[in-house]
Nanobody, 114 residues
């Protein structure tokens, strides 16, 4: 069973920065995609950023130029550097990992105050 441990959420003022981390353990197979989704109150969960095992990335239009996703394949850890944060970035951020199945973290709260 794959376990995902997230860290780095919190409260920040608009314009500030946060860095999220998610460490995966317990996978018997190679990890392919890793990424981050978020869910704002009253809204559906949406993709924020995704990174493939080869380093290819995909971002939501709303975060392009402000967020950067990266990964350490030795540590099986994915990071999300979030800069120039806006109040609309507020939500619960979920780590996502695809290996022999899809796995989600427990979520970490990010709150951006105006």
């Amino acid at each position: 069973q794959v376990q995902l441990v997230e860290s780095g959420g919190g409260l920040v003022q608009a314009g500030g920065s946060l860095k999220l981390s998610c460490a995966a353990s317990g996978s018997r197979f190679s990890i392919s995609d890793m990424g981050w989704y978020r869910q704002a109150p009253g809204k559906q969960r949406e993709l924020v950023a995704l990174i493939t095992s080869g380093g290819g990335t995909n971002y939501a239009d709303s975060v392009k130029g402000r967020f950067a996703i990266s990964r350490d394949n030795v540590k099986n850890t994915v990071y999300l550097q979030m800069n120039s944060l806006k109040p609309e970035d507020t939500g619960i951020y979920y780590c996502y990992v695809r290996t022999w199945g899809n796995y989600w973290g427990q979520g970490t709260q990010v709150t951006v105050s105006s």
